[in-house]
């Protein structure tokens, strides 16, 4: 039988030396392992409380709360909407509106999820690092889940809505960008580089052929000839949206055992209430989806990961090529050594292409995974803080 081949290799290959297959090999043994382990946890943790067996049944009543029923997730910080277009929203976090400090413009992640991972949780907001680095303006787009009516959204729609946000903050911004928002946010910067002040970016693909991603080892397995097929089929079957579940289904299959662990682990702390709300608080975002547009999730994959286009040069975006090397303004780029979406050489290739000189590109390694980089302490408090101080002192 013959197989699809990339470069000489096969596609069973490419994912057997990725991981993905070891992922799933070792699950069982996994899986087992956790069990055991939650189980064992709860019992010892009653024993050593002289738990009631009364008690005991309230501590699976709350774990079966935390980890199965959901609440639409919220953002934190006080603020006000000031703009709102059918695709997004501009949520205007400003503290001194009158501040002349060069104002952030945060976008947040745009795969699937609701923005306000930016704004987490008190102590693990973007949002108030930011404010605390001094910045008197502060504002953050938050994108709103595709529609029939915004099916067809293109790339060009999403350029155009952070120009527009870029003259509504004073026609100059620092402009963050996490993930899918720091790709956005380097077209934008290669396209207007005279409205972006600095540009930072954090755990996003610039170059999606660097490392081993996972995704780009799924992107393999559904189009092995780095077409596109398989997605248009089921944005097709979806009326032409892609469905927000669909991506929460991509981003479990990549980690299979690990939500199974987590719970099991949870078990364990069964009568730690805090634990069990911060789990929920967590839960709430991640499976509290968002559809996308099918027609700029078809983009993506073919021309930011399938081609690799925006690191090629070859990318083009409202009819003109998209220059990397138009982009001279100082550079920040933020990565996770545990980032299994987006590894570290993805994001330092930024540096290869853009124009700005070596002493003004600074680089950030966070003991984090992928979305520990946008919401957690450590990330946020020994990498955020410090990237941010610098951006205001040039501010």
């Known amino acids: 039988m013959r197989t699809h081949t990339a470069l000489g290799r096969t596609w069973q290959d490419s994912l057997a030396e990725g991981g993905i297959v070891n992922t799933y090999a070792r699950m069982p043994a996994q899986l087992s392992m956790a069990f055991a382990v939650g189980a064992a946890r709860f019992m010892i943790s009653a024993v050593e409380r002289s738990a009631a067996p009364t008690d005991m049944f309230n501590s699976v009543n709350d774990w079966v709360q935390s980890a199965f029923v959901r609440k639409p997730p919220t ?7 000031t703009r709102e277009w059918p695709i997004a929203r501009l ?39 930011i404010q605390a680095a001094g910045f008197g303006r502060v504002a953050a787009l938050d994108w709103i889940g595709a529609t029939q009516e915004t099916k067809d959204t293109t790339i060009e729609d999403y350029v155009a809505v952070v120009r527009e946000a870029t003259d509504l903050l004073g026609g100059r911004v620092n402009l963050v960008g996490d993930c899918q928002g720091g790709w956005l946010g380097a077209i934008y910067a290669a396209m207007y580089p005279e409205t972006v002040h600095t540009l930072t970016i954090a755990g996003a693909p610039i170059n999606t052929k660097r490392g081993k991603a996972q995704a780009q080892q799924w992107l393999t397995l559904m189009s092995p000839n ?36 987590r719970l099991t682990q949870l078990f364990g702390d069964a009568h730690e209430r805090e634990q069990l709300a911060h789990y929920a608080k967590f839960a709430d975002w991640f499976e509290h989806t968002q559809d996308l547009s099918g027609s700029f999730y078809l983009w993506v994959v073919k021309h930011i990961f399938a081609r690799n286009e925006l690191a090629k040069g070859t990318l083009r975006v409202a009819g003109e090529t998209v220059d990397l090397g138009r982009i001279d303004c100082p550079i920040y780029m933020i990565a996770g050594d545990r980032d299994h979406i987006t590894p570290a050489e993805q994001v330092w290739a930024l540096e290869e292409y853009v124009s700005t000189p070596s002493e003004d590109v600074t680089r950030r390694l966070a003991s984090a995974g992928h979305l520990g980089l946008f919401m957690g302490r450590h990330a946020l408090q020994d990498h955020w803080a410090p990237v941010l101080a610098d951006i205001a002192h040039r501010s």
Request: hydrophobic share 35%.
């Open 75 to 81: 953002w934190t910080t006080e603020h006000d909407i």
């Open 226 to 261: 780095r077409g596109v097929t398989a997605h248009r089929m089921m944005v097709a079957r979806n009326g032409g949206i892609w469905p927000g579940q669909y991506q929460l289904a991509g981003f479990k299959a990549m980690e299979p055992a690990g939500e199974f662990q």
């Open 91 to 129: 949520r205007d976090f400003s503290q001194n509106p009158e501040s002349t400090t060069v104002p952030v413009l945060l976008l947040p992640p745009q795969a699937g999820h609701d923005s306000c991972v930016v704004d987490f949780a008190d102590g693990q907001s973007q949002i108030q690092t």
